[in-house]
């Protein structure tokens, strides 16, 4: 992902690993949960400073499909963020819908 704004632009990537509860009809359905870890990397050009965060938690939620191919996800999620801004550390809890679609 990457992100640009004014003078602020920056990167970020993620891994997360599903792993899904009882399913009848296949994978990929129904609830889940899994770890996550992140790092996102911020440069301000106007002080020339780069700030970074690395990030690991975990995400519960429910995948639909929709038809045969596309997804909606609902999910929440908890994880601890720590940054180079003078070290800091704090919790950050997340939620959200996704939508997508699933090659199978």
Not at 28 to 50: M, V
Request: proline letters at 1%; aromatic letters at 22%; zero cysteines.
């Amino acid at each position: 992902m990457y992100y640009s704004k004014s003078n602020i632009k920056g990167f970020g990537i993620g891994l997360e690993e599903r792993f899904y509860f009882k399913s009848s009809d296949s994978s990929l359905r129904g609830f889940y949960a899994g770890p996550s870890i992140g790092y996102i990397q911020l440069k301000e050009n106007y002080y020339d400073e780069i700030y970074e965060v690395f990030s690991i938690g975990g995400e519960f939620g429910h995948q639909w499909f929709m038809s045969k191919h596309f997804t909606a996800d609902l999910f929440s999620g908890l994880g601890f963020l720590v940054g180079s801004e003078t070290n800091t550390a704090q919790l950050s809890f997340d939620i959200g819908l996704s939508l997508g679609y699933a090659w199978q």
